[in-house]
């Protein structure tokens, strides 16, 4: 009986070890790729997937999460999304430009930005109202996401709970990038009124507590604007 669980603590220790030295080679290939590319890249323009520059100090001048305005939480702490996803920078927004959107407000530095967002709130609404995509896949929770760790793709803003869930999503973005796409892209409404499946179309999305519902035409889109409770299948 000693015998055999000595050899069973020596293979658990080598299997243990066995998981640490892979998981250094994964971290030391990972660091050796993202050097080559930053040194065969240049530096005139950053690529489209660019992350946005350091997110600046959140100071007793700058408008906290839990900020209100008309009785919506102000996202990003006031700052443009806008500026975020097209200039790749922190850009404090201004109350005089500010748009209501899923239950959150957005400020703008101009009329220029806030048109913008509005031509396409889809695009320009941080992902999951700013909640961490990782946790909501690994976990089913919706954790608030910190613009100290935020990353863009496909021109869309991500926010995640820390350093490690940057890391994960980055190292697989197809696992999490659409984890807010209600039922995969398929029509609520058309489950809930047919009992079909139906697929949406991109150019009919709304936006429902972070959650995108995509529709194929105007009349189901609006039938969920109208009343999104009863068609919120996914959630």
């Known amino acids: 009986m000693n015998a055999t669980k000595k050899t069973l603590?020596?293979?658990n220790g080598i299997k243990f070890r066995g998981i640490i030295i892979a998981a250094l080679a994964m971290m030391s290939a990972t660091i050796a790729v993202r050097n080559a590319t930053a040194q065969s890249?240049?530096?005139t323009a950053p690529p489209r997937t660019a992350p946005p520059r350091t997110a600046p100090p959140i100071n007793n001048t700058t408008l906290g999460s839990g900020s209100k305005v008309n009785g919506d939480?102000?996202?990003?702490h006031g700052y443009c999304p806008v500026c975020v996803i097209n200039m790749k920078k922190w850009v404090k927004g201004n109350l005089k430009f500010s748009v209501q959107q899923d239950g959150k407000t957005y400020l703008f530095p101009s009329e220029e930005?806030?048109?913008m967002f509005l031509s396409n709130p889809t695009q320009y609404t941080p992902v999951l109202r700013s909640d961490c995509v990782v946790a909501l896949v690994e976990?089913?929770?919706?954790?608030p996401g910190n613009m100290n760790f935020a990353a863009l793709h496909?021109?869309?803003?991500?926010?995640?709970?820390?350093?490690?869930?940057?890391?994960m999503f980055e190292a697989n973005k197809a696992k999490y990038?659409?984890?807010d796409l209600a039922l995969g892209g398929k029509c609520s409404v058309c489950r809930v009124e047919m009992n079909q499946d139906v697929a949406g179309k991109l150019e009919f999305t709304s936006i429902h507590n972070g959650m995108r519902y995509q529709f194929p035409g105007?009349?189901?889109q609006q039938m969920f604007n109208k009343n999104p409770a009863k068609y919120n299948v996914a959630e």
């Open 9 to 11: 603590s020596l293979f």
């Open 41 to 43: 890249g240049t530096r």
């Open 73 to 76: 939480t102000v996202g990003l």
């Open 113 to 115: 930005q806030k048109q």
């Open 139 to 143: 976990m089913h929770k919706r954790v």
């Open 154 to 167: 496909n021109n869309r803003l991500y926010l995640f709970a820390n350093k490690q869930a940057k890391t």
């Open 177 to 179: 990038e659409n984890a």
């Open 218 to 220: 105007m009349e189901q």
